[in-house]
């Protein structure tokens, strides 16, 4: 520690009171504090430095010519990272092959520019199998490619890509045929979930074979998702489960033509943020869900507090996409400033008989959809033919859901079809721009709003209802499609 003025002033009385004297003290006590000051800054600095250190994969074992899997060497960069306290695992450019990847709390994994992380398309890689959730159901399976449990203050990020080189796995599940003899993964399948709650129809499960998602975190909390290319998973994509403050920004996704290969599905989540995301997927670009029947209404963990925005989405069986599993309840979501460009419908809600639960409170703004190839807007109940039952915990509703500032070019326009024992509630549509082969159709609802509703179609009539109590329309124009 530097010497107080005080006792420098003391120490010189003694010798000499002259201005230059005390100006030459006062000089080396202001030096000698900024000497202290540096050393301590210094040494907080070269902390911090410690504290984020980075932790080269290569330095680990790993070789980036995917001339072997590196999935040890990933695993000891981690733990040595966490070990620490938390730290950075980086990939330098490169090939990478490995097996799966299990995030720690504190830990980011950082993807150069140039580096590609290929994942091993041998099954027996994503053993022994995790506790996980398939489509809405808690079980046991394989690992994901990506995946962290009860973690917190993780992240994935960089310029690099991900593959999860999923064709084997979808070859799997494609080729499958009732009463072919068991694999050994189905029997592991089957010892590890002989308790587990089953939804309605339980095909899925009891045939045993859930191909895993690529990133799968369960019950974390601030979780990121930043910046990477992510190709060819095997089912979902990013798929946060029970999770809570995730944000997924800047990510590109890209998987062909494949089975449920969906792009971002948070699951049973709250307070989440997506945006500036590019997306062309084999199924829906982004869904969200809370669980299916039975099972997601026990867990009773509802999605809530999302907001989607300034996304583009391609290829796609719908572009925004709440359900089919919502048994736990979906509320307060905003999507916004998006184009959708060939998907196959644009923003879909959709639930059964037999799912229960709640979705409510949802705006829609600011949304352009081109060449949609079914419609551009559906709620529909329906989505499993069931047969009619009374009103229980097993009866879906939707209410509250509110779409501004729409223009969509569309085979068909609107497509709303609730219960009639619990009819879609409290819709509106304003502002909003349609060309369509066909119209508006509304079934089984109430409190229907239509504000400034301007529609061209190529044939039948511009708006059908059946059903519907409390219809409000106001500037409704329509005409034939050029």
Known sequence: MPPSLDKIRDTNSSKCHSPLAIHHSLFIYMKTCLRSVTLILLTAFIGKLHAQQYYNVLKYGAKNDSSRKATTAIAKAIAAASKA???????????????????????????????ELHFSDDFDDYLPMVKSRYEGVDVTSFSPLFYAYEAENIAIKGRGTIDG????????????????????????????????????????????????????????????????????????TINPEFCENVTITG??????????????????????????????VGDDCITIKSGKDIPGRTKAAPAQNYTITNCTMLSGHGGVVIGSEMSGGVKNITISNCVFDGTDRGIRIKTTRGRGG???????????????????????????RVPPEPV????????????????AYTKVA???????????EEVSLHDV??????????????????????????????????????LEIDGFTSGTKP
Request: charged share 20%.
């Open 165 to 236: 080189h999923g064709r084997k796995w979808w070859h799997f599940v494609e080729g499958y045929k009732e009463g072919q003899p068991r694999s050994k993964w189905q029997y592991i399948f089957d010892s590890l979930n002989k308790d587990i709650l089953l939804p309605d129809d339980p095909k899925q499960m009891k045939r045993g074979f859930l191909r895993p998602p690529f990133i799968q975190p369960m019950y974390c909390k601030n979780v990121q998702v930043e910046g990477i290319s992510i190709r060819n998973s095997p089912f979902w």
């Open 358 to 384: 709640v979705v409510e409170d949802i705006r829609i703004d600011n949304v352009i959809m081109k060449n949609i190839r079914e419609q551009a807007i559906v709620l529909d109940m329906e989505y499993a």
């Open 433 to 470: 721009y349609f060309e369509a082969e066909s119209g508006i159709s509304i079934r089984n609802a109430k409190d229907i709003q239509l504000h400034k509703v301007r529609i061209n179609v190529q044939k039948g009539s511009p708006l059908v209802t059946d059903n519907v109590q409390r």
């Open 414 to 424: 609107v497509y709303i079809n609730g219960l009639a024992e619990m009819p879609v």
């Open 251 to 280: 990510v590109t996704i890209n998987n062909p033509p494949s089975p449920n290969t969906d792009g971002i599905n948070p699951e049973s989540c709250k307070y989440v943020h997506i945006s500036n995301c590019h997306i062309s």
């Open 85 to 115: 306290g938390g730290g950075t695992v980086y990939f330098p450019a490169g090939k990478y092959l490995t097996g799966p990847i299990h995030l720690k709390s504190n830990i980011t994994i950082f993807i150069d520019a140039g580096a």
């Open 392 to 407: 229980s915990e097993r009866t879906p509703q939707f209410r509250n859901i509110r779409f501004s500032n729409i223009t």
